[in-house]
């Protein structure tokens, strides 16, 4: 009996042991999350470049979505002795042993990663512990790639574009094996109007639309072709990114605009208009118009069509075509509003003095259209530009002329009339260039103001003129950084 009651014991302690082992192998111990170090260390100052974080114990799930998930994923902060930004997370780069982020604008500094794991801050002692600087990232402008011009500034979408400014490599696609200057790094995306600017004219992408860099190659300096995609009608920005530790471009001031809604950037796109039927309509109103052209875009705001100062009520939009019926027409006008830009009237001669600009005969002249006035010429020349200025916010103006060998002078009207001009100024260039600018007038918002511009050419060599305005009351200030203490430099379109 003894012998039979030990068998029974011994089971028991038999199957105690084996439920424990099997216990220990279903059992799955997490890491401790620890960073251990940055890539790359140094970068461009303009964000746009992926940051790569090692370590382990990150994030399992990187998705957040849902009420009680939001503290779920990684979190990553740029933290210097006086500042902070957040590293956007590239969820698909990211792993239990890998982060990866893209940076944000920052100013030069040294900054340290802090790293938060489903809203837990990993211990500062667990950032890089052998070495700190190894969770070191520095910001430098010398890494910075630049965008110096954007031309042109106005144009359709679908227009190829060219940018030009500190590129650093002319590299476009794996299929170079480096740029004309040595560097290894590919231009990674280019972006214009809001959307990707494309660089390949084939589907093979073995044809680009045209990059070059200066000093036969060898320069970071040089200019690069792209076509904008999409029917998208806007103010917008240009900028491309270079592979790290390089980034998204810096724009200079000068290559910024100030358009007439207020809102910064590089390139306007505008609609196009080819035809208007009928032709005759009552003056009551009533007629039902068919206007075709491309890229009648609503994304940011509704279509308003004015036919002759009167408002035509939208009935349909398509991209290509819209149909609108007119109002009752306004009393008759001096000038009616139309399209965008100037009219710009040229004689191909010279004339001693702009009084005599009146003598001569328009039907002499050929007539183009200006979009932004400025225009140059290799022969005699002169010329009346004129249009309608509408300031959109109340306050003082003055307008400045560049010119270069030639007579210029500037006239305005208290309202949309040619009957109230007055000149403002005038000046006479040489063939160095200058630059003259008129006193201070205050204008008021959302008036429209005729204005012309005459030019004569001092003789048959080249000879060229710009003009612009400079505002002294703005919003803008606070609302972009970057161009703080610019404004001065900054260019306008009308």
């Known amino acids: 009996m003894a012998g039979q009651k030990a068998c029974k014991f011994g089971k028991i302690i038999l199957a105690v042991l084996l439920f424990s082992f099997a216990g220990q192998c279903n059992c799955e111990i997490e890491p401790e999350p620890i960073v251990t170090s940055i890539t790359p260390a140094d970068g461009g100052t303009y964000g746009g470049m992926t940051l790569t974080i090692n370590g382990q114990g990150f994030a399992k799930n990187q998705f957040n979505y849902g009420a009680g998930q939001q503290h779920l994923g990684n979190y990553v902060l740029m933290v210097s002795s006086t500042t902070s930004y957040e590293c956007e997370i590239h969820k698909d780069g990211c792993n239990e042993r890998q982060i990866q982020c893209f940076t944000v604008p920052m100013v030069e500094d040294d900054y340290y990663v802090q790293v938060y794991v489903d809203g837990v801050k990993i211990p500062e002692a667990d950032h890089c512990s052998s070495n700190k600087a190894n969770c070191r990232f520095r910001p430098k402008s010398s890494y910075t790639p630049h965008l110096s011009t954007v031309t042109p500034i106005t144009s359709p979408p679908n227009t190829t574009i060219t940018m030009q400014g500190k590129l650093i490599t002319s590299r476009l696609g794996s299929h170079e094996e480096a740029s004309t200057n040595g560097n290894l790094k590919l231009m990674l995306r280019v972006f ?39 029917r998208y009608v806007s103010n917008s920005n240009a900028s491309f990114i270079v592979e790290a530790p390089y980034g998204r471009s810096y724009p200079d001031p000068t290559v910024l605009r100030i358009f007439a809604d207020g809102s910064i950037g590089m390139v306007q796109t505008y609609a196009r208009v080819d035809s208007v039927s009928p032709a005759m309509g009552s003056l009551e109103g009533g007629t039902v118009l068919t206007i075709t052209g491309e890229d009648f875009d609503q994304t940011d705001k509704p279509l308003d069509v004015q036919i002759a100062g009167s408002a035509c009520k939208v009935l349909t939009v398509t991209d290509t075509e819209v149909v609108c019926v007119t109002s009752e027409a306004v009393e008759e006008q001096d000038n009616y509003k139309g399209g965008r830009g100037f009219d710009h009237l040229l004689w191909e001669e ?73 000149e403002l100024f005038s000046a006479s260039f040489s063939t160095s260039g200058s630059h003259h600018h008129s006193t201070r007038y205050s204008l008021k918002s959302g008036m429209e103001y005729y204005m012309e511009i005459h030019h004569t050419s001092k003789s048959d060599a080249s000879n060229s003129l710009t003009l612009g305005f400079r505002m002294y009351t703005t919003g803008i200030f606070g609302r972009a950084y970057h161009i703080v203490g610019l404004y001065s430099s900054l260019g306008c379109t009308f």
């Open 192 to 230: 214009a109007n809001g959307q990707k600017c494309e660089v390949m004219e084939n589907f093979d992408l073995s044809i680009p639309y045209g990059i070059e860099l200066e000093d036969e190659g060898s320069s970071q300096y040089g200019y690069m072709k792209c076509h904008m995609t999409g």
């Open 350 to 422: 010279q004339i001693a003095d702009l009084d005599s600009i009146t003598s001569l005969n328009d039907t002499d002249g050929s007539v183009s259209h200006l979009d932004i006035t400025s225009f140059s010429y290799n022969f005699s020349a002169t010329t009346k530009s004129y249009g309608l200025f509408k300031p959109n916010v109340t306050g003082e103006y003055s307008f400045e002329f560049e010119g270069t060998n030639c007579l210029a002078r500037f006239l305005l009207s208290n309202d949309s009339t040619s009957g109230n001009l007055v």
